[in-house]
């Protein structure tokens, strides 16, 4: 086999061995700075290359099946580029890099999307390199294929909100693949190797010239004013801006870096991505035999070396609807668009003729055990027995076996015959037992709260602490000021000295620390958007709105309108006040409820004072308690004092 087929090719990183053995070699143009590994890895690498080299010669002798045919058997293969047996040796001979590109044009990803991504699924179980491609910078113009009219042109905060949304989706979308994949056989190997990109990153570093240089010439107008696309939006939509013309040269600029940097010879897309992938694959082509550095294109006229794609099938029902968000009928993977109730419910509605091809597509279910489902399907099909297999495999796939096996409780409880005893114990009661039993449940992708939030304008104004508990992020203030001290929260920005806001497209996060409130405005994309992050997983995406818009919907968020204040005190009494000594009103009730709840509040106004240990003789409170008490203080507004 050849030795292209190294698990992380030589393209990514140019690998040299360690110590007494390293070697000095060229780096060309686009690949990483030299690195030098272990004979530990080196030997990991060869243990793979030879494990690959025996399952290339079972797939020959017909013990196994090849990829493609795979792919094939589960009905995601549509069209391919070129000849299907030489695609097919080509996958059994080398772990060939494939990726699946997505614009953020909306909030969520919805059921149309999946298609293509399971197909990358699919590669990446069986030990192929798997890219899913966030198109943050492809998305400010937008895919004009399929389309009459152009997109409405969208805020700066929505395209950041969407491209935040969808980050997050994708990741927690891999994290249950590999959950989801144990359950049948396909347990995680070191060759295994996935990523989620943007191609924000190299698009924002590329120039004009340089596009024009090395894509240009080998994008050939006659063939681009040819496309179905072109035609029909110059002819029947509403024209067609250059913007939109040039999106294929911006798609295949991204195959061309992915291919260059990261050995990705595959694209996978939709039924109606077919011309823009072999127009990226002919640019990529070009691009190989043309490029002005010889050290980019040694060696990438091989056979072995050759870009292709495929598409997969259009998402239809039995009667020939389409699904998708262009459809109108779109079922959307976030919880907070398409619960996972709705989302469950949505397989069950489907018609048994679909059943077969829908089981095939989302499920990782071998071909032989959904035939026998089929068969006893049919022998009682009013019972829905694929349809159940179908809906709980699938929202297992896009929000965990939890969410799994409450969704289908719930819906067995609506639906079916529930007997006494399970009305009078709901899912969530049993939920709610059992993590009662085992205590606090960590902060996973499947379990994050909603990540999308609104609050006013009024409260950039606060400090950071209070901001992160109005966000959600902590239970009080003073725990939010506690993470800061941490290193625990994050906010979307390039991590450098200069405090400055994220780019749109590109999703970064940098440590809030030595925070002044002045910095959070800094932060703000769009003037109207903040991301922030605790931990991990726990992600808030702040709308910032008006204030008068917040009170007009008469909304309240935590600590709005005294930080600190018990459960039902009386604030009434504040909003008859004017604006000034309301605000000091609820100054006075939170450092009370905060830090002395058990004074009488007959005493408040005429002194400060609070119980102590006895043979003390005095008790000091102070409006910053944290901070150790100071005798040259007593005489301070700060502070008051009683004699016991």
């Keep these: 086999m050849a030795a292209s087929s190294l698990l992380r090719s030589a393209s990514q990183h140019r690998l040299c061995q360690c110590g007494r053995t390293a070697a000095r070699s060229t780096r060309p143009q686009g690949a990483t700075g030299r690195r030098y590994i272990g004979m530990k890895y080196l030997a990991k690498v060869a243990d793979a290359e030879k494990a690959w080299a025996e399952r290339a010669k079972e797939i020959r002798a017909g013990n196994q099946k090849s990829m493609l045919s795979i792919l094939e058997e589960r009905g995601l293969v549509h069209q391919t580029t070129g000849n299907r047996d030489t695609i097919d040796n080509l996958m059994i001979d080398k772990r060939v890099g494939a990726y699946v590109g997505i614009d953020p044009t ?212 039995a009667a020939g609807d389409k699904f998708g968000k262009s459809a109108g009928n779109a079922v959307w993977l976030d919880k907070e668009l398409t619960s996972t109730f709705e989302l469950y419910g ?129 239970e009080s203030a003073s725990e939010g000021h506690r993470l800061v001290s941490n290193g625990s929260l994050y906010i979307s920005g390039p991590p450098s000295q200069k405090k400055q806001a994220m780019d749109e497209a590109e999703l970064k996060f940098t440590q809030i620390k030595n925070w002044l409130i002045a910095d959070t405005k800094k932060f703000l994309v769009g003037d109207e958007m903040l991301v922030l992050r605790r931990g991990k997983h726990n992600i808030r995406i702040v709308k910032i709105v008006e204030d008068k818009e917040w009170a007009e919907g008469g909304k309240k968020y935590p600590g709005e309108g005294g930080q600190g204040v018990q459960k039902g005190e009386d604030v009434e009494e504040a909003g008859e006040l004017g604006a000034k000594d309301a605000g000091k009103e609820r100054k006075k009730k939170s450092f009370w409820s905060e830090f002395a709840p058990e004074v009488d509040p007959n005493e408040r106004k005429s002194v400060l004072y609070k119980p102590t240990p006895s043979g003390q003789k005095k008790t000091i409170i102070r409006r910053s308690p944290t901070k150790p008490y100071d005798e040259k203080e007593e005489g301070s507004s700060l502070v008051r004092r009683k004699e016991s």
């Excluded at 990261?262 to 990226?280: F, L, T």
């Excluded at 032989?368 to 006893?376: K, P, S, Y």
């Design 106 to 317: 909306a909030s969520s990803l919805h059921v149309g999307h999946l298609l293509p991504l399971m197909s990358l699924f699919w590669m990446y179980l069986h030990g192929y390199h798997s890219v899913s491609l966030l198109g943050g910078a492809t998305a400010k113009i937008g895919d004009p294929t399929g389309r009459l009219t152009t997109r409405t042109k969208e805020h700066s905060a929505v395209r950041t909100a969407n491209m935040v949304n969808m980050h997050y989706q994708l990741k927690k979308l891999w994290v249950n693949v590999e959950e989801y994949g144990r359950k049948f056989g396909y347990n995680w190997e070191w060759a295994w190797h996935r990523e989620l990109v943007n191609n924000n990153t190299w698009t924002n570093k590329l120039t004009v010239i340089e596009l024009l240089q090395i894509i240009g010439p080998g994008m050939r107008l006659g063939t681009m004013l040819a496309r179905d696309t072109v035609k029909n939006k110059l002819s029947k939509g509403d024209g067609m801006s250059y913007a939109e013309f040039s999106y294929p040269v911006l798609q295949a600029w991204d195959w061309w870096h992915m291919y260059n940097t990261k050995d990705i010879q595959m694209q996978i897309g939709g039924a109606d991505q077919y011309g823009n992938i072999v127009a990226g694959l002919n640019a990529v082509k070009y691009i190989s035999s043309n490029h002005p550095d010889p050290d980019v294109r040694q060696g990438k006229d091989a056979d072995i070396a050759q870009p292709f794609g495929f598409t997969v099938p259009l998402l239809t029902t």
């Design 346 to 474: 949505f397989w069950m509605r489907q018609s048994d003729a679909d059943m077969p091809r829908y089981l095939r597509y989302f499920t990782f279910l071998p071909s032989l055990e959904i035939d026998a489902l089929v068969e006893e399907h049919n022998l009682a099909p009013h019972e829905r027995k694929a349809q159940h297999v179908l809906a709980r495999n699938f929202v297992e796939l896009i929000h965990g076996p939890a969410e799994a096996k409450a969704a289908e409780a719930n819906h067995r409880l609506l639906f079916g015959k529930p007997s006494l005893s399970s009305l009078m114990e709901t899912p969530k009661d049993k939920a709610a037992a059992e993590s009662e039993k085992k205590g606090p449940t960590p902060i996973t992708l499947n379990n994050a709260p909603s990540i999308n939030i609104q609050l006013p304008r009024s409260v950039l104004t606060k400090s950071i602490g209070k901001i992160v508990y109005a966000a959600g992020l902590a």
